[in-house]
């Protein structure tokens, strides 16, 4: 490859107090005693109406897919309290479905109770709204559909897959880089292998929920959302309204984790209802709606073919990755993403296949496509690593690359070979003993595995506001959320210390389109551009204020120069001199001062490949009678940039390793082929880690400068911690027990009829 970009030098990083420093969320004492007030809870005090909201309850079809032949309400009409029953008999107009080409798929118009037609089991097919939720749950059940069954189709398939031309994101689903066939060809050692993943669903703590009112012919909508602007355009198409009559307000989201980047049949419904009745509705969905009425990971198959000389050289990667989608839909999950990019190869090649199946929506899930796609990848290294007979680590590190051969491009940081190092000397990885099954301690199996982690980087679009007060309070606003990743804390860490202020003093005001429009908080790219967009607000109103106090023949400021004046502990300082920003406000700005700042992708950025980096390592233990896996210990060393807070950083990168403990041992859903419905529908079926499932966890972030992607100089990392996680306890049961499972979550029955016997 010739003629590089040339990097930035690691000077040009800002130096900025605070930023590093392990604050507290700023919000935290309004959660935990009860003041922060989420979207189902909002009263007539709240909305300023002269009533509390009426409550709607959805009723959900029970057919995977044909058609409503008759909806009898007349029961539920007439019960106490019931104000409004909504059928696809009475529904207002609204925008057909999509479209499905849309740069922002979640700014498309969706439709509610649209037609006849029933597309999946658990598709909203009326709404009931009475003076309480128990008027309304109790009418909601008096509501009859009856319906015209047609069969569906709701398992994977190959035998019936398309290719489609992209993948999510409009990435290409094909891609191609030197001669696969040849390479593999010309592979001493080969590993083809086909990885299963299971369907997974979102369970947020807080479900899905709306309140909605209209203020004349203006829709103000309260709802638990990650991406408040595209909503808000997604809403207003639904609608065929303009954007500017549609408000999205979401100060506190309880979680998201990619679940509430779209919107679902509760806010379109709150809406339609609210606008019926003149007056506010509220609709929430119980945890059982969630698990059919919201989107979900799909479950994936995927073959992978790797081959290497005897020295571990990588010849070939092919990544051939199959997905469903629903059956109006054309999502397609990024599952081959890493492939791409991670090793250095003659030659790779990547692939997708696509289902349309009668099952609810697939999307967005943390780290989508890169939390699944690399379970089969780096199982299938480890595999690799086990038949050349060198450790997985060494082969890691001799295929490490500078370069993103597929996109041909360099990466503009890339620490990997740091983080694998840095985790085997941690783990003492040296200690593990390579061949399977050898490390017993009376009926356990005890084993070690590791894995690489990646996640592809990216900025988005964003604005934000910046004002001080008279009194020196600096209040930001943006139109950013907050889904309990600790967003709104590390914006008031960059604020005050762009503005030399104490915390104390800044107020973030996010969650509300009525503030400047920002990209919301999902694909770990919210704190980059969030953060970019307050960093450039705070330094032009920065630049503002100094100016002016040098201006100001007032000011002890007054004449100085502009490169010896900075702000700093409150005061306005320069050539030795300072003045109170108190003071100075009152004087030059009493009605206060504000500036405006925007971040977009520096055209120069994409010259480079950009990704935050780690690795896992995992020692577990499996039962040689019962087949129970319990993960000992885990280590996630990370690099990704600068690090804003190290305490929120660590509870993130933590939070996926945990997740990668569900997804490895736990975490599966599937669809009865029978009704089409997923079996499991609640949290007392659907199995996640609890407290008791985590073993001893370590992260550790190490330093790293980010020259490329923002003005900020970091990472996202929100989704890097499960990349790779499952992997690495995978790897570790086949060390343990020399059994090699491809079909995740690796539960008990998958180990027991392969365990070897062990006398105790």
């Known amino acids: 490859m010739t003629d590089l970009p040339t990097l930035p030098p690691e000077q040009d990083a800002p130096t900025i107090p605070m930023i590093g420093a392990g604050m507290q969320r700023v919000e935290s004492v309004l959660k935990v005693t009860g003041q922060a007030r989420y979207a189902y809870e909002m009263d007539a005090a709240s909305l300023g109406a002269q009533a509390d909201p009426l409550v709607g309850v959805m009723v959900l079809s029970t057919i995977a897919r044909g058609r409503i032949t008759s909806i009898d309400s007349a029961t539920a009409r007439n019960m106490p309290g019931v104000r409004l029953v909504l059928t696809c008999d009475n529904a207002p107009p609204q925008a057909p479905w999509g479209p499905l080409v849309a740069r922002d798929r979640f700014a498309r118009a969706q439709p509610v109770l649209r037609g006849p037609d029933v597309h999946y089991y658990g598709e909203p097919v009326a709404l009931v709204v009475a003076d309480s939720l128990e008027r309304a749950r109790a009418a909601a059940m008096a509501v009859n559909v009856q319906y015209e069954a047609a069969s569906h189709a709701v398992l994977l398939d190959p035998a019936t897959a398309t290719e489609p031309e992209f993948l999510n994101g409009f990435k290409p689903a094909h891609t191609d880089h030197g001669d696969f066939d040849a390479a593999l060809a010309r592979s001493a050692i080969r590993v083809e292998a086909v990885y299963e993943t299971p369907h997974q669903n979102h369970a947020q703590m807080e479900p899905h929920a709306t309140t909605a009112l209209w203020q004349g012919d203006r829709l103000v909508l309260h709802t638990s959302a990650q991406n408040l602007v595209s909503i808000q355009m997604g809403i207003a198409a639904t609608l065929q309204i303009s954007p500017h009559r549609v408000q999205v307000i979401s100060p506190y989201v309880g979680g998201g984790f990619g679940g509430k ?107 989508p496509g890169d939390a699944v796609g690399m379970i089969g990848l780096e199982c299938a290294m480890d595999e690799l690593a086990h038949e050349l007979g060198i450790d997985p680590v060494e082969l890691r590190l001799l295929n490490d690359t500078p370069t993103d051969l597929t996109a041909h491009k360099p990466f503009s940081s890339r620490h990997l070979r740091q983080c694998l190092e840095e985790g085997a000397r941690r783990f003492e990885w040296g200690a593990r003993n390579p061949q399977p099954g050898q490390v017993r301690e009376g009926e356990w199996l005890v084993g070690m595995g590791m894995a690489c982690a990646m996640r592809y980087n990216l900025l988005k679009p964003c604005q934000a506001l910046a004002h001080l007060d008279a009194g020196a309070n600096l209040t930001v606003q943006l139109a950013m959320t907050d889904p309990g990743t600790g967003t709104q804390t590390i914006l008031t860490q960059i604020a005050a210390g762009v503005m030399g202020l104490p915390p104390a003093q800044v107020h973030v005001q996010m969650g509300d389109t009525a503030y400047p429009p920002a990209p919301g908080s999902g694909g770990s790219f919210g704190a980059e551009s969030a953060g970019s967009a307050v960093l450039r607000a705070c330094e032009n109103l920065r630049t503002r204020l100094l100016e002016a106090g040098l201006r100001d023949e007032h000011s002890p400021l007054h004449g100085q120069s502009m490169e010896s004046a900075h702000l700093d502990a409150g005061s306005l300082h320069a050539g030795g001199r300072h003045e109170s920003l108190v003071a100075f406000m009152e004087r030059t700005f009493p009605q206060g001062a504000q500036a405006h700042g925007e971040i977009t992708a520096d055209p120069d950025s994409l010259k480079w490949s ?114 790779g996680a499952p992997a690495a306890i995978g790897n570790a049961i086949f060390n343990a027990t020399g059994i090699r499972a491809r079909r995740f979550p690796i539960t008990p029955d998958r180990l027991l009829p392969y365990l070897p016997e062990v006398t105790v």
């Open 610 to 723: 950009q990704a935050s980096f780690g690795a896992h390592f995992a020692e577990v233990a499996v039962n040689a009678i019962t087949g129970e896996t319990r993960v000992r210990r885990m280590l996630g060393v990370f690099a990704c940039g600068r690090i804003l807070n190290s305490r929120t950083a660590r509870s993130q990168l933590l939070g996926g390793m945990i997740w990668g403990v569900s997804n490895a041992l736990h975490e599966e859903n599937m669809p009865d082929p029978r009704t089409g419905q997923f079996i499991a529908h609640d949290l007392a079926n659907y199995h996640i880690a609890t407290h008791a499932d985590m073993p001893e966890m370590e992260v550790v972030m190490i330093a790293e400068d980010e020259p490329v992607s923002n003005p900020l100089h970091i990472k996202g990392l929100g989704e890097v911690g499960i990349c």
């Open 261 to 367: 980047l779209p919107y679902f049949a509760d806010a379109i419904l709150a809406a339609l209802a609210a606008r019926a009745l003149g007056k506010p509705v509220k609709v929430g969905m119980t945890r059982t709606q969630m698990f059919s009425a919201t989107t979900h990971r799909t479950a994936t198959r995927q073959a992978l073919r790797i081959g290497a000389d005897r020295t571990g050289r990588l010849c070939a990667i092919s990544h051939d990755a199959l997905s469903h989608c629903a059956s109006f839909d054309n999502f397609v999950e990024d599952t081959t993403t890493i492939t791409r990019g991670l090793y250095r190869a003659d030659a790779i090649r990547t692939t997708a296949h696509l289902n349309h199946l009668d099952l609810p929506r697939s999307d967005s899930m943390r780290s």
